[in-house]
């Protein structure tokens, strides 16, 4: 039996943005690895980064736990995660220090560490896992079991998917993105968490008490943007009765108000939504809960069945009310389904908020109006607002590589800052996202505000589009990227099954 530290290092409170919004969640991909590596037969503890005050707090705990092995395994669900931003991979390094201090044996896996291994195996981690890295963690952790001292060479040595530095030059196997590892299923390792604290911190901030679940890893979908360099197009959904036993198990075990589903793609098929709401039905299992999703996935069953399960709030990722940016990123959705997706959701009580992307190759000022006019017509009840993120391993970032010089990441979620030369510089895509940001509100507003008043906050803020539009000019990149023509937009073919 081994001592093993499973860990994190998404800390909260090194994400400005992140820590106002106050909405911290369990590290779902974490704690699942915990759970595996009790089932086989190791001491397990978890030291969770979230609400942890800082990387000095993981330095008393790896000191007094002294852990045989310490694996650094980031939460695949966290988005954040994905776009590796630099606080957080400091914070991990000086994890890794700390634990080689102390004589441990360290193992990292994540988006970031899948994207630049070499960058954590200099700051000393012994392994880097490539991917969701689930078999060769299981290889490593029987290998240290079977012989505590085996050299670190012949520890790592013929694994697929592991890399690691060999008389100093990076050593690795490259396998090809594999699907989810059958092997990490089952319940969550929850008891290592301090769920007072999260219950805490949540009431604080926001009244009520939201936990994450997850009923799928991956998306089989091909935005041009989009990364997956855990997944790939994988898919693998969990069966419908499994995962309501699971959210009834924490409805009657910690009382959650809320839940956030953190799947990329919720539900996807009809008859697996229904049947995850009847199985919830049956064991009193029903929590509102939030999703995200597609709009070509809302068909009129696929609402009903969403209301039938108790999904209370959905995020579409609308991207852009101009079908041309759609087109050029892949997306494979229409504005006329954006707009009937939130339709139909809102007229079966669930709220529909949207995500948006600024700065897309080749988006232009009428492009941006055309989201203007999305958002205005479709009235979402929220939207998320970012601007184009080139992240390694996409079609997106091969197009801008060359134009990212020493900012390849953001410090933090709230930077909204350009990494290659769009069509506006940065300033004035903050602008237009405080804009749109205001329309909602503004929209949002009119059922309570007194017409005349609403008229003139409406007023007020078409004065400041109409500023911005004026000065568009000054705001122009000297030589924006040129975008390549957009190959034909993907279909699912999955999504018949959804009508």
Sequence with gaps: MLTIQVAHS?????DRKQWERGKPYPPLATIHVAALLREMDHQVSLFDAMLSEGVEAYQATVRDTRPDVVVIYEDNFNYLTKMCL????????????EARELGARVIVAGSDATDH?????????????????IAALAELIERLDRDRDIDPTAWVAGIPGVAAHVDEQLQLTRVGVMPPDPRLVGRPAWDLLDMALYRGFWRERHGYFSLNMAASRGCPFRCNWCAKPIWGNHYKQRGPSDMADDLAYLKHTFQPDHIWMADDIFGFHVDWVMAFGDRLRELDGLVPFTIQTRADLISERMADALAHAGCGEAWIGAESGSQRVLDAMNKGTTVPELITARQRLGERGIRVAFFIQLGYLGEQLHDLLATRELVARAEPDDIGVSVSYPLPGTKFYEQVKAQLGSKTHWQESDDLAMMFRGAYDTEFYRQVRNLLHDQVTLQQARAT?????????????????????????????????????PAPPLRHVALAQNR
């Design 10 to 14: 998404y800390f909260l409170r090194y």
């Design 449 to 485: 505000d007194e017409p005349q008043q609403h008229a003139a906050a409406r007023a007020a803020l078409d004065a400041r589009w109409d500023a911005l539009i004026a000065e568009e000019h000054a705001h122009r990149s000297d030589n924006p990227t040129v975008a390549h023509p």
């Design 86 to 97: 630099n606080r957080m991979r400091e914070a991990a390094c000086q994890m890794i220090a």
């Design 117 to 133: 291994p070499d960058a954590f195996l200099a700051a000393g981690a012994h392994a880097v896992l490539v991917g969701e890295g």
